[in-house]
């Protein structure tokens, strides 16, 4: 089994600044991509921001050149710099890897249980 672990959140004014950390451990043999999603209240949870093993990125619309994911391979740990943020930014925020418990084995997804970021105006 992988634990997937954020930290991070809390409440921010508008324009402020905030970090995440997501930590994977357990039974892992590689991860290939890691990425954060989030959810609001009445909405569907969606893609933030994703980063592979090699570096790529990718980032939703709505946070491209305000928000920066980054990663350590050597600690299986991903992070979102999280910066002007807005009213609209708040939400769940929740951590996924996929990883591989062996080298034969298929990659899997893991979630974390998720952490609040409320940003208020």
């Known amino acids: 089994q992988v634990q997937v672990v954020e930290s991070g959140g809390g409440l921010v004014q508008a324009g402020g600044s905030l970090r995440l950390s997501c930590a994977a451990s357990?039974?892992?043999?590689?991860?290939?991509?890691m990425g954060w999603y989030r959810q609001a209240p009445g909405k569907q949870r969606e893609s933030v921001a994703a980063?592979?093993?090699?570096?790529?990125?990718n980032y939703a619309d709505s946070v491209k050149g305000r928000f920066t994911i980054s990663r350590d391979n050597a600690k299986n740990t991903v992070y979102l710099q999280m910066n002007s943020l807005k009213p609209e930014d708040t939400a769940v925020y929740f951590c996924?890897?996929?990883?591989?418990?062996?080298?034969?084995?298929?990659?899997?997804?893991?979630w974390g249980q998720g952490t609040q970021v409320t940003v208020s105006s």
């Open positions: 996924a890897t996929d990883s591989r418990a062996s080298p034969l084995s298929s990659p899997r997804r893991y």
């Open positions: 980063i592979t093993s090699g570096g790529s990125t």
């Open positions: 357990g039974s892992i043999f590689s991860i290939n991509a």
